[in-house]
Protein backbone atom coordinates (compact mmCIF):
# COMPACT_ATOMS: atom_id res chain seq x y z
CA UNK A 1 0.00 0.00 0.00
CA UNK A 2 2.54 2.21 0.81
CA UNK A 3 4.62 1.92 -2.31
CA UNK A 4 1.49 2.08 -4.41
CA UNK A 5 1.07 5.62 -2.19
CA UNK A 6 4.56 6.59 -2.82
CA UNK A 7 4.54 5.91 -6.60
CA UNK A 8 1.08 8.00 -7.16
CA UNK A 9 3.09 10.65 -5.18
CA UNK A 10 5.76 10.69 -7.81
CA UNK A 11 3.99 10.82 -10.92
CA UNK A 12 1.54 13.17 -9.07
CA UNK A 13 4.79 15.54 -8.40
CA UNK A 14 6.22 14.54 -11.90
CA UNK A 15 2.93 16.24 -13.19
CA UNK A 16 3.28 19.24 -11.06
CA UNK A 17 6.47 19.89 -12.38
CA UNK A 18 5.92 19.58 -16.57
CA UNK A 19 3.36 21.69 -15.72
CA UNK A 20 5.25 24.47 -13.89
CA UNK A 21 8.48 23.82 -16.23
CA UNK A 22 6.62 25.98 -19.36
CA UNK A 23 6.23 28.92 -17.33
CA UNK A 24 9.89 28.17 -16.13
CA UNK A 25 11.16 28.46 -19.06
CA UNK A 26 9.34 31.38 -20.56
CA UNK A 27 9.68 33.45 -17.40
CA UNK A 28 13.70 33.08 -18.09
CA UNK A 29 13.15 34.74 -21.59
CA UNK A 30 10.93 37.46 -19.94
CA UNK A 31 13.64 37.98 -16.87
CA UNK A 32 16.38 38.89 -19.95
CA UNK A 33 13.61 41.10 -21.59
CA UNK A 34 13.42 43.24 -18.27
CA UNK A 35 17.02 43.09 -18.05
CA UNK A 36 17.44 44.44 -21.25
CA UNK A 37 15.10 47.07 -20.63
CA UNK A 38 16.65 48.07 -17.50
CA UNK A 39 20.07 48.47 -20.27
CA UNK A 40 17.76 50.37 -22.59
CA UNK A 41 17.01 53.45 -20.19
CA UNK A 42 20.21 53.03 -18.16
CA UNK A 43 22.05 56.23 -19.21
CA UNK A 44 18.82 58.16 -18.58
CA UNK A 45 20.06 58.17 -14.47
CA UNK A 46 23.62 58.68 -14.88
CA UNK A 47 22.87 61.78 -17.97
CA UNK A 48 24.55 64.31 -16.09
CA UNK A 49 28.28 61.99 -14.91
CA UNK A 50 28.42 60.46 -18.14
CA UNK A 51 28.47 63.78 -20.18
CA UNK A 52 31.09 65.09 -16.81
CA UNK A 53 33.12 61.71 -17.49
CA UNK A 54 33.73 62.34 -21.62
CA UNK A 55 32.95 65.92 -21.58
CA UNK A 56 30.21 66.08 -23.92
CA UNK A 57 27.15 68.34 -24.78
CA UNK A 58 23.64 67.03 -24.65
CA UNK A 59 23.22 66.28 -28.13
CA UNK A 60 26.38 64.24 -28.18
CA UNK A 61 25.21 62.30 -24.90
CA UNK A 62 21.95 61.68 -26.95
CA UNK A 63 23.79 60.37 -30.12
CA UNK A 64 25.90 58.44 -27.60
CA UNK A 65 22.89 56.18 -26.16
CA UNK A 66 20.97 55.96 -29.49
CA UNK A 67 23.98 53.90 -30.97
CA UNK A 68 21.47 51.59 -28.76
CA UNK A 69 18.54 52.09 -31.41
CA UNK A 70 20.89 52.00 -35.02
CA UNK A 71 21.89 48.11 -33.97
CA UNK A 72 18.18 47.05 -32.34
CA UNK A 73 15.94 48.38 -34.65
CA UNK A 74 16.83 46.72 -37.98
CA UNK A 75 17.95 43.85 -36.12
CA UNK A 76 14.45 42.86 -35.76
CA UNK A 77 14.39 41.11 -38.75
CA UNK A 78 17.14 38.98 -38.87
CA UNK A 79 16.08 38.20 -35.38
CA UNK A 80 13.12 36.31 -35.90
CA UNK A 81 14.71 34.49 -38.44
CA UNK A 82 17.46 33.24 -36.32
CA UNK A 83 15.12 32.55 -33.69
CA UNK A 84 13.25 30.62 -35.70
CA UNK A 85 16.25 28.63 -37.32
CA UNK A 86 17.94 27.99 -34.57
CA UNK A 87 15.68 28.00 -32.01
CA UNK A 88 15.93 30.71 -28.43
CA UNK A 89 18.06 28.99 -26.25
CA UNK A 90 21.70 29.10 -28.02
CA UNK A 91 20.46 32.77 -29.45
CA UNK A 92 19.19 34.22 -25.91
CA UNK A 93 22.11 32.70 -23.84
CA UNK A 94 24.62 34.38 -26.26
CA UNK A 95 22.71 37.73 -26.78
CA UNK A 96 23.03 38.22 -22.84
CA UNK A 97 26.49 37.50 -23.00
CA UNK A 98 26.44 40.62 -25.75
CA UNK A 99 24.59 42.86 -23.42
CA UNK A 100 27.14 41.93 -21.02
CA UNK A 101 30.13 42.41 -23.00
CA UNK A 102 29.12 45.51 -24.28
CA UNK A 103 27.89 46.91 -20.87
CA UNK A 104 31.86 46.06 -19.96
CA UNK A 105 32.94 48.18 -22.36
CA UNK A 106 30.98 51.08 -21.75
CA UNK A 107 31.55 51.28 -17.85
CA UNK A 108 35.23 50.76 -18.54
CA UNK A 109 36.17 52.71 -21.78
CA UNK A 110 37.81 56.32 -20.96
CA UNK A 111 36.94 57.27 -24.86
CA UNK A 112 33.72 57.82 -25.99
CA UNK A 113 33.85 55.79 -29.24
CA UNK A 114 34.94 52.72 -27.52
CA UNK A 115 31.52 53.14 -25.21
CA UNK A 116 29.07 53.88 -28.09
CA UNK A 117 30.36 51.00 -29.23
CA UNK A 118 29.56 49.39 -26.11
CA UNK A 119 25.90 50.60 -26.81
CA UNK A 120 25.55 49.10 -29.98
CA UNK A 121 26.26 46.07 -28.26
CA UNK A 122 23.85 46.25 -26.06
CA UNK A 123 21.20 47.26 -28.51
CA UNK A 124 22.20 44.31 -30.59
CA UNK A 125 21.82 41.67 -28.13
CA UNK A 126 18.90 43.29 -26.90
CA UNK A 127 16.92 42.62 -29.95
CA UNK A 128 16.65 39.14 -29.39
CA UNK A 129 14.97 39.69 -25.86
CA UNK A 130 10.99 40.16 -26.85
CA UNK A 131 11.20 37.91 -30.17
CA UNK A 132 12.73 35.37 -28.27
CA UNK A 133 10.08 35.42 -25.33
CA UNK A 134 7.49 34.89 -27.54
CA UNK A 135 9.11 32.18 -29.36
CA UNK A 136 9.25 30.02 -26.47
CA UNK A 137 5.72 30.79 -25.43
CA UNK A 138 4.84 29.34 -28.77
CA UNK A 139 6.87 26.32 -27.89
CA UNK A 140 5.92 25.74 -24.48
CA UNK A 141 2.23 26.80 -24.16
CA UNK A 142 -1.03 26.50 -25.61
CA UNK A 143 -2.63 29.17 -28.15
CA UNK A 144 -5.12 30.18 -25.47
CA UNK A 145 -2.22 31.63 -23.01
CA UNK A 146 -0.01 33.55 -25.74
CA UNK A 147 -1.86 36.90 -25.55
CA UNK A 148 -1.64 36.87 -21.76
CA UNK A 149 2.13 36.08 -21.73
CA UNK A 150 2.63 38.92 -24.58
CA UNK A 151 1.17 40.89 -22.07
CA UNK A 152 3.22 39.49 -19.13
CA UNK A 153 6.08 40.25 -20.99
CA UNK A 154 5.49 43.52 -22.12
CA UNK A 155 4.92 44.33 -18.32
CA UNK A 156 8.12 42.98 -17.01
CA UNK A 157 9.49 45.59 -19.52
CA UNK A 158 7.84 48.18 -18.15
CA UNK A 159 8.94 47.22 -14.58
CA UNK A 160 12.14 46.72 -15.97
CA UNK A 161 11.98 50.55 -16.95
CA UNK A 162 10.44 51.75 -13.41
CA UNK A 163 13.87 49.58 -11.51
CA UNK A 164 16.17 51.18 -13.85
CA UNK A 165 14.85 55.10 -12.72
CA UNK A 166 14.89 54.35 -8.86
CA UNK A 167 16.93 51.57 -8.19
CA UNK A 168 19.80 52.29 -10.67
CA UNK A 169 20.02 56.02 -9.60
CA UNK A 170 20.23 55.11 -6.00
CA UNK A 171 23.06 52.32 -6.84
CA UNK A 172 25.31 55.32 -9.05
CA UNK A 173 24.67 58.06 -6.10
CA UNK A 174 26.91 55.35 -4.11
CA UNK A 175 28.62 53.86 -5.94
CA UNK A 176 29.44 55.55 -9.31
CA UNK A 177 28.25 55.09 -12.86
CA UNK A 178 31.01 53.11 -13.94
CA UNK A 179 30.69 50.36 -11.11
CA UNK A 180 26.66 50.69 -11.55
CA UNK A 181 27.30 49.73 -15.02
CA UNK A 182 29.70 47.06 -13.93
CA UNK A 183 27.15 45.72 -11.77
CA UNK A 184 25.03 45.29 -14.71
CA UNK A 185 27.54 43.17 -17.04
CA UNK A 186 27.67 40.60 -14.12
CA UNK A 187 24.56 40.19 -14.02
CA UNK A 188 23.97 39.43 -17.58
CA UNK A 189 26.52 36.83 -17.51
CA UNK A 190 24.43 35.58 -14.38
CA UNK A 191 21.38 35.16 -16.30
CA UNK A 192 22.77 33.91 -19.73
CA UNK A 193 24.52 31.32 -17.25
CA UNK A 194 20.54 30.18 -16.48
CA UNK A 195 19.00 30.43 -19.48
CA UNK A 196 21.61 28.01 -20.83
CA UNK A 197 21.38 25.23 -18.06
CA UNK A 198 17.07 25.52 -17.64
CA UNK A 199 15.67 26.67 -21.00
CA UNK A 200 15.09 24.60 -23.88
CA UNK A 201 13.61 24.60 -27.63
CA UNK A 202 11.40 21.92 -27.75
CA UNK A 203 8.90 19.75 -25.34
CA UNK A 204 10.24 16.10 -26.72
CA UNK A 205 12.40 14.57 -25.01
CA UNK A 206 14.83 14.44 -28.61
CA UNK A 207 15.78 18.28 -28.67
CA UNK A 208 19.14 17.36 -28.94
CA UNK A 209 18.12 15.84 -32.50
CA UNK A 210 16.05 19.17 -33.11
CA UNK A 211 19.84 20.99 -32.61
CA UNK A 212 21.79 18.49 -34.59
CA UNK A 213 18.67 19.40 -37.63
CA UNK A 214 18.84 22.92 -37.02
CA UNK A 215 22.27 23.36 -36.55
CA UNK A 216 23.15 23.67 -40.36
CA UNK A 217 20.84 27.03 -42.22
CA UNK A 218 19.46 26.04 -45.40
CA UNK A 219 19.57 29.96 -46.58
CA UNK A 220 17.11 29.25 -49.61
CA UNK A 221 14.64 27.96 -47.24
CA UNK A 222 14.82 31.33 -44.68
CA UNK A 223 14.97 33.10 -47.87
CA UNK A 224 11.32 31.97 -48.77
CA UNK A 225 9.79 32.20 -45.00
CA UNK A 226 10.74 35.37 -44.72
CA UNK A 227 8.96 35.88 -48.05
CA UNK A 228 5.70 34.52 -47.02
CA UNK A 229 5.65 36.46 -44.31
CA UNK A 230 6.69 40.03 -45.99
CA UNK A 231 4.24 39.38 -48.91
CA UNK A 232 1.28 39.03 -46.17
CA UNK A 233 0.04 42.54 -46.17
CA UNK A 234 -2.20 41.98 -43.11
CA UNK A 235 1.26 41.51 -41.09
CA UNK A 236 1.90 44.96 -42.05
CA UNK A 237 -1.48 46.19 -41.57
CA UNK A 238 -1.29 44.19 -37.41
CA UNK A 239 2.03 46.03 -37.28
CA UNK A 240 0.94 49.28 -37.92
CA UNK A 241 -1.88 49.41 -35.57
CA UNK A 242 0.63 47.95 -33.00
CA UNK A 243 2.77 50.62 -33.55
CA UNK A 244 -0.07 53.59 -33.39
CA UNK A 245 -1.89 52.16 -30.50
CA UNK A 246 1.67 51.93 -28.36
CA UNK A 247 2.33 55.83 -29.51
CA UNK A 248 1.30 56.78 -25.57
CA UNK A 249 4.55 55.08 -24.82
CA UNK A 250 6.90 55.93 -27.36
CA UNK A 251 5.91 59.66 -28.24
CA UNK A 252 4.18 60.72 -25.27
CA UNK A 253 5.54 59.08 -22.10
CA UNK A 254 9.28 58.80 -23.07
CA UNK A 255 9.89 62.04 -25.03
CA UNK A 256 7.08 64.70 -24.98
CA UNK A 257 4.86 63.69 -21.89
CA UNK A 258 6.97 65.78 -19.14
CA UNK A 259 7.69 68.81 -21.17
CA UNK A 260 3.79 69.17 -21.96
CA UNK A 261 3.31 68.90 -18.25
CA UNK A 262 5.52 71.30 -17.71
CA UNK A 263 4.60 73.92 -19.67
CA UNK A 264 1.07 73.66 -20.86
CA UNK A 265 -0.59 72.40 -17.46
CA UNK A 266 2.08 74.15 -15.30
CA UNK A 267 3.03 71.23 -13.01
CA UNK A 268 6.20 70.80 -11.40
CA UNK A 269 9.11 68.33 -12.25
CA UNK A 270 7.94 65.76 -9.87
CA UNK A 271 4.37 65.84 -10.44
CA UNK A 272 5.07 65.79 -13.93
CA UNK A 273 7.52 62.56 -13.69
CA UNK A 274 4.52 60.79 -11.48
CA UNK A 275 2.42 61.75 -14.20
CA UNK A 276 4.35 59.82 -16.54
CA UNK A 277 5.06 57.02 -14.35
CA UNK A 278 1.32 56.45 -13.94
CA UNK A 279 1.57 55.34 -17.99
CA UNK A 280 4.09 52.93 -17.37
CA UNK A 281 1.86 51.71 -14.47
CA UNK A 282 -0.46 51.57 -16.21
CA UNK A 283 0.81 49.26 -18.77
CA UNK A 284 2.07 46.89 -16.65
CA UNK A 285 -1.60 46.46 -15.21
CA UNK A 286 -3.01 46.59 -19.17
CA UNK A 287 -0.85 44.62 -21.05
CA UNK A 288 -1.77 41.13 -19.06
CA UNK A 289 -5.22 42.42 -17.90
CA UNK A 290 -6.03 42.98 -21.79
CA UNK A 291 -4.36 39.86 -23.00
CA UNK A 292 -6.20 37.36 -20.65
CA UNK A 293 -9.34 39.47 -21.52
CA UNK A 294 -8.72 38.62 -25.16
CA UNK A 295 -7.73 34.90 -24.60
CA UNK A 296 -10.93 34.84 -21.99
CA UNK A 297 -13.45 36.37 -24.49
CA UNK A 298 -11.55 34.24 -27.36
CA UNK A 299 -11.37 37.61 -29.52
CA UNK A 300 -8.57 39.56 -30.73
CA UNK A 301 -10.03 42.65 -32.56
CA UNK A 302 -12.87 43.22 -29.69
CA UNK A 303 -10.19 44.46 -26.54
CA UNK A 304 -8.01 46.44 -29.12
CA UNK A 305 -10.95 48.49 -30.38
CA UNK A 306 -12.15 49.29 -26.90
CA UNK A 307 -8.56 49.93 -25.66
CA UNK A 308 -7.93 52.26 -28.66
CA UNK A 309 -11.06 54.23 -28.44
CA UNK A 310 -10.23 54.74 -24.53
CA UNK A 311 -6.63 55.80 -24.79
CA UNK A 312 -7.30 58.32 -27.80
CA UNK A 313 -10.48 59.74 -25.64
CA UNK A 314 -8.14 59.85 -22.70
CA UNK A 315 -5.18 61.79 -24.63
CA UNK A 316 -7.96 63.74 -25.99
CA UNK A 317 -9.07 64.79 -22.10
CA UNK A 318 -5.76 65.50 -21.08
CA UNK A 319 -5.05 68.12 -23.75
CA UNK A 320 -8.12 69.94 -24.13
CA UNK A 321 -10.14 69.95 -20.66
CA UNK A 322 -8.81 72.79 -18.83
CA UNK A 323 -8.12 72.83 -15.16
CA UNK A 324 -7.67 69.42 -14.52
CA UNK A 325 -6.51 68.50 -11.11
CA UNK A 326 -3.09 66.65 -10.50
CA UNK A 327 -5.19 64.12 -9.28
CA UNK A 328 -7.36 63.70 -12.34
CA UNK A 329 -4.37 63.65 -14.45
CA UNK A 330 -3.13 60.96 -12.82
CA UNK A 331 -5.81 59.39 -13.13
CA UNK A 332 -6.37 59.78 -16.57
CA UNK A 333 -2.75 58.19 -17.43
CA UNK A 334 -3.10 55.50 -15.43
CA UNK A 335 -6.41 55.04 -17.45
CA UNK A 336 -4.22 55.50 -20.76
CA UNK A 337 -2.00 52.70 -19.57
CA UNK A 338 -4.50 50.66 -18.95
CA UNK A 339 -5.89 50.97 -22.29
CA UNK A 340 -3.25 51.25 -25.07
CA UNK A 341 -1.96 47.90 -23.18
CA UNK A 342 -4.41 46.50 -25.05
CA UNK A 343 -1.66 46.93 -28.14
CA UNK A 344 -0.20 43.88 -26.95
CA UNK A 345 -2.68 41.69 -28.65
CA UNK A 346 -0.83 42.63 -31.94
CA UNK A 347 1.74 40.21 -30.98
CA UNK A 348 -1.05 37.04 -30.56
CA UNK A 349 -2.34 38.33 -34.07
CA UNK A 350 0.76 38.07 -35.53
CA UNK A 351 0.92 34.23 -34.06
CA UNK A 352 -1.91 33.67 -35.46
CA UNK A 353 -1.61 34.67 -38.54
CA UNK A 354 1.34 32.65 -39.45
CA UNK A 355 2.60 29.53 -39.47
CA UNK A 356 4.61 27.72 -36.38
CA UNK A 357 7.99 28.11 -38.26
CA UNK A 358 7.67 31.28 -39.33
CA UNK A 359 6.22 32.65 -35.77
CA UNK A 360 9.53 34.07 -35.09
CA UNK A 361 9.99 36.33 -38.80
CA UNK A 362 6.23 37.03 -37.76
CA UNK A 363 6.60 38.19 -34.22
CA UNK A 364 10.21 40.55 -35.33
CA UNK A 365 8.77 41.74 -37.99
CA UNK A 366 5.88 43.22 -35.85
CA UNK A 367 8.12 44.24 -32.81
CA UNK A 368 10.23 46.22 -35.72
CA UNK A 369 6.77 47.92 -37.11
CA UNK A 370 5.53 49.05 -33.41
CA UNK A 371 9.60 50.41 -32.52
CA UNK A 372 9.29 52.71 -35.56
CA UNK A 373 6.67 54.99 -33.72
CA UNK A 374 9.33 56.28 -31.72
CA UNK A 375 11.52 56.58 -34.31
CA UNK A 376 9.31 58.81 -36.92
CA UNK A 377 6.48 60.22 -33.93
CA UNK A 378 9.49 61.83 -31.77
CA UNK A 379 10.91 64.37 -33.67
CA UNK A 380 8.03 64.32 -36.11
CA UNK A 381 6.64 66.23 -32.77
CA UNK A 382 9.61 68.41 -32.45
CA UNK A 383 9.38 69.22 -36.07
CA UNK A 384 5.57 70.67 -35.66
CA UNK A 385 6.76 72.36 -31.94
CA UNK A 386 9.27 74.77 -34.44
CA UNK A 387 6.98 75.22 -36.76
CA UNK A 388 4.26 76.81 -34.04
CA UNK A 389 7.53 78.59 -32.42
CA UNK A 390 7.66 82.29 -31.80
CA UNK A 391 11.19 82.60 -31.57
CA UNK A 392 11.23 83.20 -28.37
CA UNK A 393 14.58 82.29 -26.29
CA UNK A 394 15.21 81.72 -22.60
CA UNK A 395 18.58 81.60 -21.05
CA UNK A 396 19.38 79.68 -24.84
CA UNK A 397 16.44 77.10 -24.03
CA UNK A 398 13.40 77.69 -26.48
CA UNK A 399 10.13 78.25 -25.62
CA UNK A 400 7.00 76.71 -26.71
CA UNK A 401 3.57 77.79 -25.83
CA UNK A 402 0.61 75.41 -24.47
CA UNK A 403 -0.98 75.86 -27.36
CA UNK A 404 1.98 74.72 -29.49
CA UNK A 405 2.41 71.10 -27.13
CA UNK A 406 -1.69 70.54 -27.41
CA UNK A 407 -1.33 71.35 -31.55
CA UNK A 408 1.83 68.48 -31.81
CA UNK A 409 0.69 66.37 -29.42
CA UNK A 410 -2.82 66.20 -30.91
CA UNK A 411 -1.11 64.04 -33.35
CA UNK A 412 -0.94 60.99 -31.16
CA UNK A 413 -4.50 60.44 -30.38
CA UNK A 414 -5.30 61.40 -34.21
CA UNK A 415 -3.04 58.43 -35.27
CA UNK A 416 -4.17 56.01 -32.24
CA UNK A 417 -8.01 56.61 -33.60
CA UNK A 418 -6.41 55.51 -37.05
CA UNK A 419 -4.97 52.56 -35.87
CA UNK A 420 -8.13 51.98 -34.13
CA UNK A 421 -10.01 52.39 -37.59
CA UNK A 422 -7.53 49.66 -39.19
CA UNK A 423 -8.35 46.88 -36.22
CA UNK A 424 -11.97 46.69 -38.21
CA UNK A 425 -9.68 45.23 -41.61
CA UNK A 426 -8.64 42.86 -39.94
CA UNK A 427 -10.33 39.44 -39.87
CA UNK A 428 -10.77 37.60 -36.19
CA UNK A 429 -8.14 35.39 -35.87
CA UNK A 430 -8.51 33.80 -32.76
CA UNK A 431 -7.60 29.83 -32.20
CA UNK A 432 -6.61 30.43 -36.10
CA UNK A 433 -5.10 27.00 -37.77
CA UNK A 434 -2.01 28.68 -38.39
CA UNK A 435 -2.73 28.11 -42.08
CA UNK A 436 -1.77 31.28 -44.40
CA UNK A 437 -4.07 34.35 -42.98
CA UNK A 438 -7.09 34.25 -45.34
CA UNK A 439 -8.94 37.35 -44.78
CA UNK A 440 -11.96 36.98 -47.14
Known sequence: ??????????LNNSRKKMAIFPWIVCGLGALFYTYEYILRISPSVMSTELMQAYGISAGAFGNLIAFYYYAYSPMQLPVGLLVDRYGPRRLLTLACIVCAIGSYLFASSGH?????????LVGFGSAFAFVGVLKLATIWLPPERFAMVAGLTGALGSIGALVGDNVLSGVVAQMGWRSTVMITAVLGIVIAVVILLVVRDSRSSKAKALDRRTSKVDMAEVLRGMFVVLKNPYIWINGMIGCLLYLPATAFAEAWGIPYFRAAQHFSTHEANYAVSAVFLGFTIGGPLMGWFSDKLHNRRVP????GVIAAACMFIILYVPALPVAAVYGLMLLLGLAFGSQVIVFAV????STKESAGTSLAVTNMLIMLGGVVFQPMIGMLLDMGWTGEIINNIHIYTPENYRLAIT?????????????????????NDHEEYNPS
Open 1 to 10: MSNSMSTTEK
Open 112 to 120: IGVAGFGRF
Open 304 to 307: MLIG
Open 350 to 353: ARDI
Open 411 to 431: SIPICILLGTGLILILKETYH
